[in-house]
């Protein structure tokens, strides 16, 4: 079992003190009546995906969180030049090491959106920290991405360049609940999660833009980083971002 891979459950023991096992023998009857590994982290479980009707008799609420954005550059690109293999295998990497950084820092992989991925830190597994744990995975992933080069370039080729990741982080008050009713979508909306987006697009490839509230909230890990004015589309005017 990875180093990383707890037991039981945070989410549940977290919020209701229930030592849901995961993995090893203690996790069989679990298994049995549907409880597993949630995909959106595997040390949570699927009950904690299910924690607004099941647990909380509601469909969403409102939350203190830190939504995380990163974008594969030059997909589109990428995609035009590449077979559907190739750039299947190259998607493969990236959720790969976007997967393994998330939950490193005990975020929530919630989405996936073609050559993007949208990360919550706050919820189900409560941190104080939250902001800083954001930052720390997306610095995790840049490193991730990085140290995978070799295989990018195998599978690209020299004249296509490197892989590159761009990423936007933001956080405050985000409404995380069940969206939607012939089909139901779990995850979180609002000003926060549009911010996070448009920093995540502004970000060039192996850079990583956070806005205000993230340096106010991480401030120790963001020593020497300066602002510098974005226009970001939607927003009438220019928002502080800084390169962490």
């Not at 904690?48 to 099941?54: G, N």
């Not at 559907?84 to 929530?108: K, Q, R, S």
């Not at 990085?146 to 195998?154: D, L, V, Y």
């Amino acid at each position: 079992m990875a180093a990383n891979q707890a037991l039981i459950c945070k989410g549940c023991w977290q919020t209701m003190r229930v030592p849901i096992a995961l993995r090893g023998p203690l996790s069989v009857p679990f298994r049995v009546v549907g409880l597993r590994p949630s995909r959106m982290n595997p040390n949570l479980c699927t009950l904690c995906e299910l924690m607004f009707t099941k647990v909380m008799k509601a469909t969403k609420i409102t939350i203190d969180a830190t939504i995380m954005f990163a974008d594969l550059r030059a997909y589109t690109s990428l995609s035009q030049s590449l077979s559907a293999t190739e750039m299947g295998d190259v998607l493969d990497i990236f959720y790969d090491e976007c997967a393994a950084a998330i939950w490193e820092f005990d975020g929530l992989l919630n989405k996936t959106i073609g050559d993007a991925v949208m990360a919550v830190f706050n919820f189900p597994i409560k941190q104080p920290d939250h902001a800083r744990q954001a930052l720390r995975a997306a610095r995790a992933l840049q490193q991730r991405v990085a140290a995978r080069q070799p295989e990018f370039t195998a599978l690209l080729g020299e004249t296509k360049g490197e892989i590159g990741v761009g990423i936007g982080i933001h956080c405050g008050e985000v409404s995380f609940g069940e969206f939607g009713r012939s089909h139901r979508d779990l995850t979180a909306i609002g000003t926060v999660v549009n911010t996070a987006a448009r920093a995540q697009s502004a970000a060039h490839p192996g850079e990583i833009l956070v806005t205000e509230a993230v340096h106010e909230s991480a401030r120790d890990d963001l020593t020497g980083s300066t602002s510098k004015p974005y226009d970001l589309k939607g927003f009438d005017r220019p928002v502080a971002l800084y390169a962490a």
